[in-house]
């Protein structure tokens, strides 16, 4: 396997509004650094038309086919939302989704966490999941 030596971070800017759905007001100014990508949120948003199908992201949003996504960016792994059924594979793996975990999980779930029910083939374009990972980041509550 190809090793990428990842250093990642959120590159926070500006006042941290929070809209009405619970997204941050300075959601464009919130950059996701995967390696040496930079990730672009409103690239991201183009990219996240393919997790709808499974995922929600509002604050307020139900959990579907997958767990709601608000707030998942450094979020403990499989424990944000209690109602939904996650694998037994995912709660193993433990820890948080940080932006290193995000692209490895993006780029091949079934690679990272096999027996997961994410069944999605995952994206082969690093500055895609740079992205995606970027624009979950608006979604980020601040802590
Ligand atoms: C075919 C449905 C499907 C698609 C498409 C899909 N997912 Fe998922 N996703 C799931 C399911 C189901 C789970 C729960 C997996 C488990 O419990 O093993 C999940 C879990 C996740 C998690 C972990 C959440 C947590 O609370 O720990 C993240 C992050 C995630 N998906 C991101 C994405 C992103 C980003 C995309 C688009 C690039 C995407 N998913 C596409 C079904 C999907």
Known sequence: MRRIGV???LMLVGACQQ?????DAAAVERRVVVGTLTGDPVAGARVFVQCKACHTIGADAVDTDGPNLYDVVDGPVAQRR???AYTAALQAMGG?????RLDAWLRAPQGLV?????RFAGLSD???RADVIAYLATYRRDR
Do not use: E, K, V
Not at 96 to 100: C, E, G, L, Q, T
């Open 126 to 128: 690093a500055q895609q």
């Open 114 to 118: 096999p027996g997961t029910t994410m």
């Open 82 to 84: 209690p109602r939904f």
């Open 7 to 9: 250093t990642l971070g």
């Open 19 to 23: 809209t009405g759905d619970g997204r």
């Open 96 to 100: 948080r989704w940080d932006a290193a």
